[in-house]
């Protein structure tokens, strides 16, 4: 199967500064991928070297098997840049238009498009009465306009209330299972966690991770928690048996190596009615981020494993 996007060895060079250095990335069909890196990592120059704005300095990119830029290539791909503008005296259906007529897009799509980002009872009032979510939402309809193959979306929820994020990872979700893939940057870890196929992390122009959470968790082999609910005048038993720290007067905490995870299970399990409840968190998307992005240095409070048990 083709991939949607091909980077092969990317570097990209402008004067003094190197913005990108052997970057290799393949996006598959339907695939959703969070691109993730700190202020100045690369995410924006490859996103316009995908756009064909730009080209590499060395490496190539290719779109569908066509060359960024090119108008094959223009017709797979659409962009939702992070700062989203359009002219204040249209409307937004009159904005949409504009682009369907671009992509050459069947003129039902422009309702349609409305529809699926719920703009339509504001489609015919003028942008510049327009909300900041509003104003994203019409830049997702824009993008959606023509059906692309490859949605590059870059920062799309910066300045979004939860609900309309929650709308927006929805719609994300929806043009993801009818195959079109999706290129996403975005600081927001959190919101992304449960929402992404892939992760691919940049740090200074390097990628330096790539792969599903589970597998760059398994990667970056970070300490699990472990929370164990004590039952009524249990918790210093639990404690003596597990080690860890107690976090208030009922609860014990400790932080283990994956490896350990299931001996240190089986002790609680084995301290029956003692315990009344257990929980497990694996490593948060922010602190694989902070991982990979700090040179594989572990800079969590879990540093220090507490584990005893
Ligand atoms: N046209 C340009 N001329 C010179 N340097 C540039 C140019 N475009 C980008 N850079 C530099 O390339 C590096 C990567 O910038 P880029 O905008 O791709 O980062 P980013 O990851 O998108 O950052 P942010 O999260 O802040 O948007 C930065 O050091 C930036 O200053």
């Known amino acids: 199967m083709t991939e949607i996007v091909k980077a092969l060895n990317v570097r990209m060079k402008f004067k003094a500064v190197e913005a990108l250095t052997d970057v290799s990335l393949g996006v598959a069909p339907g695939e959703q991928v969070a691109l993730l890196g700190h202020n100045g990592a690369g995410k924006t120059t490859l996103f316009r070297l995908i756009l064909g704005f730009i080209k590499p300095t060395a ?30 005296m249209l409307t937004g259906r009159e904005v949409v238009r ?14 349609a498009v409305l529809d699926k980002v719920e703009l339509v009872e504001a489609a015919d009032r ?23 193959r490859l949605l590059l979306l870059d920062e799309p929820t910066s300045g979004l209330d939860p609900l309309s994020r929650q709308h927006f990872y929805e719609l994300i979700a929806d043009v993801s299972r009818r195959g079109c893939s999706v290129l996403l940057s975005s600081h927001g870890l959190s919101e992304l966690e449960a929402r992404t196929d892939r992760v691919a992390i940049l740090r200074k122009g390097r990628l330096v991770a790539d792969g599903p959470l589970a597998e ?15 039952a009524s005048g249990a918790v210093d038993t639990v404690h003596a048996e597990i080690g860890g720290g107690r976090i208030n007067c009922a609860s014990v905490e400790l932080y283990c190596a994956r490896r350990d995870k299931m001996r240190i299970l089986s002790k609680i399990s084995g301290l029956g009615a003692q315990v009344e409840d257990v929980d497990v968190a694996s490593p948060t998307l922010d602190e694989v981020y902070r991982y990979f992005s700090n040179n594989g240095i572990e800079q969590t409070r879990r540093g220090d494993i507490q584990c005893t048990a």
Not at 63 to 68: E, K, L
Not at 98 to 111: C, E, I, M, S, T
Not at 126 to 148: E, I, W
């Open 59 to 88: 490496g190539s990119i290719s779109i569908a098997g066509f060359t960024p830029g090119s108008d094959a290539a223009r017709r797979v791909v659409s962009y939702l840049p992070e700062q989203v503008a359009f002219p204040k």
């Open 98 to 111: 504009f682009y369907a007529r671009l992509k050459g897009a069947a003129p039902g799509d422009v309702q």
């Open 126 to 148: 003028r942008v510049d009465t327009y909300s900041k979510g509003m104003r994203q939402r019409l830049g997702l309809a824009q993008a959606l306009v023509g059906n692309p």
């Open 216 to 230: 760059l968790q398994h990667q970056a082999d970070l300490p699990i928690r472990i929370r164990v609910r004590a």
